[in-house]
């Protein structure tokens, strides 16, 4: 089992950046798919980046591509979301989620979640 501990959210302008970071407990992080999901109010929580257990892998939804960054240091137990050119459509709860197994996009399928961390992307 692991737990999950986002931070770095805030309140920024447009194209401004951010990094959220994801501390986890346990010795086994190396051993979990990371991601990064998001909920906006009144949406549903949806897929914003994946990485292998290596961190060899990843994956983003097109919202973010290109602007987006993940990245894990297995031997720290973190993992983290660089954000930049943000825009207000980026606003949201920003969820850091784990799971056994390989990298997947669907919510559903991650089994450990953290508590979330608000973005807020001002015009």
């Known amino acids: 089992q692991v737990q999950l501990v986002e931070s770095g959210g805030g309140l920024v302008h447009t194209g401004g950046s951010l990094t959220l970071s994801c501390a986890a407990s346990?010795?086994?992080?190396?051993?979990?798919?990371m991601g990064w999901f998001r909920q906006a109010p009144g949406k549903e929580r949806e897929f914003v980046a994946a990485?292998?257990?290596?961190?060899?892998?990843?994956i983003y939804a097109d919202s973010v591509k290109g602007r987006f960054t993940i990245s894990r240091d297995n031997a720290k137990n973190m993992v983290y979301l660089r954000m930049n050119s943000l825009k207000p459509e980026d606003t949201a709860v920003y969820y850091c989620?784990?799971?056994?197994?390989?990298?997947?996009?669907?919510?559903?399928?991650?089994?450990?979640w953290g508590q979330g961390t608000q973005v807020t992307v001002s015009s």
């Open positions: 990485i292998s257990r290596s961190g060899g892998s990843t």
């Open positions: 346990g010795r086994t992080f190396s051993s979990y798919v």
């Open positions: 989620a784990a799971r056994v197994g390989v990298v997947v996009t669907t919510n559903r399928e991650y089994a450990y």
